[in-house]
């Protein structure tokens, strides 16, 4: 027997990269998978095929989670579809890669596009949780991870937005732990570093003066998305039933430093 045989998690921005990996690593140990991204619906479409080809079941919901109407409208599908929240892994987020989003300085920088990377990296997160933990209120348990980075504790030139959203998503992750944990509900926060088959990390190593992430990082490697995948499954699971309010760094030791 899997260790999350008739249980159910919920991912969001798992169209791709750390967010894919984790959806399939969760049907892998039993989980019935809802599967969420706000603009790649072809990726989220593959992830769940991916899924349904190893024998695992997974269904798609489009959100943008920064919008409260969508946010309660994937988890009221996930209730209907399956009866039940266990797991939500709070993943969706957008940042600086020179590609999709510039790297600018503050003087220069866009308030439209800070707005909008508040408002899915924070923002999002909080209404994911919001609507998450109602749901897990009436069962009397869950197990909720979100996705900061590294970044939310290292300060890079030209990040700020992306810096701002990560770092509150800490403290917003462990006032929620305390709210909730003597509710049967656990929320803890992993913190990614540099991580390999990323669209952010695929996009900064087409930048003209992209990082040398071998050097920065003390492991002499970037991540895998299975190694932060890996960490979530581990946070959810009942190994991990006496940790709350944790801020996990999976960053070859980068924030050491």
Same mark, same amino acid.
């Given at each position: 027997?899997?260790?999350?045989?008739?249980?159910?998690?919920?991912?969001?921005?798992?169209?791709?990269?750390?967010?894919?990996?984790?959806?399939?690593?969760?049907?892998?140990?039993?989980?019935?998978?809802?599967?969420?991204?706000?603009?790649?619906?072809?990726?989220?479409?593959?992830?769940? &095929?991916?899924?349904?080809?190893?024998?695992? &079941?997974?269904?798609?919901?489009?959100?943008?989670?920064?919008?409260?109407?969508?946010?309660?409208?994937?988890?009221?599908?996930?209730?209907?579809?399956?009866?039940?929240?266990?797991?939500?892994?709070?993943?969706?987020?957008?940042? %600086? #890669?020179?590609?999709?989003?510039?790297?600018?300085?503050?003087?220069?920088? %866009?308030? #439209?596009?800070?707005?909008?990377?508040?408002?899915?990296?924070?923002?999002?997160?909080?209404?994911?949780?919001?609507? &998450?933990?109602?749901?897990?209120? $009436?069962?009397?348990?869950?197990?909720?991870?979100?996705?900061?980075?590294?970044?939310?504790?290292?300060?890079?030139?030209?990040?700020?937005?992306?810096?701002?959203?990560?770092?509150?998503?800490?403290?917003?992750?462990?006032?929620?732990?305390?709210?909730?944990? $003597? $509710?049967?509900?656990?929320?803890?926060?992993?913190?990614?570093?540099?991580?390999?088959?990323?669209?952010?990390?695929?996009?900064?190593?087409?930048?003209? #003066?992209?990082?040398?992430?071998?050097?920065?990082?003390?492991?002499?490697?970037?991540?895998?998305?299975?190694?932060?995948?890996?960490?979530?499954?581990?946070?959810?699971?009942?190994?991990?039933?006496?940790?709350?309010?944790?801020?996990? %760094?999976? #960053?070859?030791?980068?924030?050491?430093?």
């Amino acid at each position: 027997m899997r260790q999350f045989d008739g249980k159910v998690a919920l991912i969001t921005g798992a169209a791709t990269g750390i967010g894919r990996v984790t959806a399939q690593m969760f049907a892998r140990e039993g989980a019935r998978v809802v599967v969420t991204t706000g603009s790649n619906v072809k990726g989220g479409e593959e992830t769940v &095929e991916l899924i349904k080809a190893e024998g695992g &079941e997974a269904i798609f919901f489009q959100c943008d989670v920064s919008k409260a109407d969508q946010v309660e409208a994937m988890v009221k599908t996930s209730i209907e579809a399956y009866g039940r929240l266990d797991f939500a892994f709070n993943n969706a987020g957008i940042g %600086p #890669d020179g590609k999709r989003v510039p790297i600018v300085e503050i003087a220069n920088y %866009p308030e #439209d596009l800070w707005n909008r990377m508040i408002d899915i990296n924070l923002t999002g997160v909080f209404l994911c949780m919001k609507y &998450e933990i109602r749901q897990m209120l $009436k069962q009397g348990f869950g197990a909720i991870v979100n996705t900061s980075s590294v970044g939310g504790l290292k300060v890079v030139p030209g990040f700020s937005p992306y810096t701002a959203s990560k770092s509150g998503l800490i403290y917003l992750t462990k006032v929620a732990a305390l709210e909730y944990a $003597k $509710k049967g509900i656990r929320i803890n926060v992993v913190l990614p570093g540099p991580t390999g088959g990323t669209l952010l990390m695929d996009n900064l190593l087409n930048t003209e #003066d992209h990082p040398n992430f071998e050097t920065a990082v003390p492991i002499g490697r970037v991540a895998n998305p299975e190694e932060c995948g890996a960490s979530v499954i581990w946070l959810c699971s009942d190994a991990a039933s006496f940790v709350t309010g944790v801020a996990l %760094p999976v #960053d070859g030791g980068l924030s050491c430093y």
